[in-house]
């Protein structure tokens, strides 16, 4: 089954950090730009971040430019978005999932997602 698993999620107070993982199950990440995206209770599906497949180029969402840094180990089938300055409103699930570039939609291979909070 092609799919994605992320992990590095938890609680951390505001202003603090985490580290998500998303490592790809059945497939290589190589030819692939790769998403990460954030639902919050009762809102919709956002896109935060995106790296291309070929040269690595990025683009982020304003409400995490500056704060969020996406990266990709292809050798460990894995991409990464680092996370500091958390506020409250970046509490969602995250979830990354991948497409042949990063302006393509919509995009597939969809994980469980992986839990952020941020609170005092």
């Known amino acids: 089954q092609l799919q994605f698993v992320e992990s590095g999620g938890g609680f951390v107070q505001p202003g603090g950090s985490l580290r998500l993982s998303c490592v790809a199950s059945?497939?290589?990440?190589?030819?692939?730009?790769i998403g990460w995206f954030r639902q919050a209770p009762g809102k919709e599906r956002e896109r935060v971040s995106c790296?291309?497949?070929?040269?690595?180029?990025?683009d982020y969402a304003d409400s995490v430019k500056g704060r969020f840094t996406i990266s990709r180990d292809n050798a460990k089938n894995t991409v990464y978005l680092q996370m500091t300055s958390l506020k409250p409103e970046d509490t969602a699930v995250y979830f990354c999932a991948a497409h042949t570039a990063c302006s393509g939609y919509p995009f597939d291979y969809w994980g469980q997602g992986t839990q952020v909070t941020v609170s005092t």
């Open positions: 790296i291309s497949s070929r040269h690595g180029s990025t």
């Open positions: 059945g497939f290589t990440l190589d030819y692939y730009a």
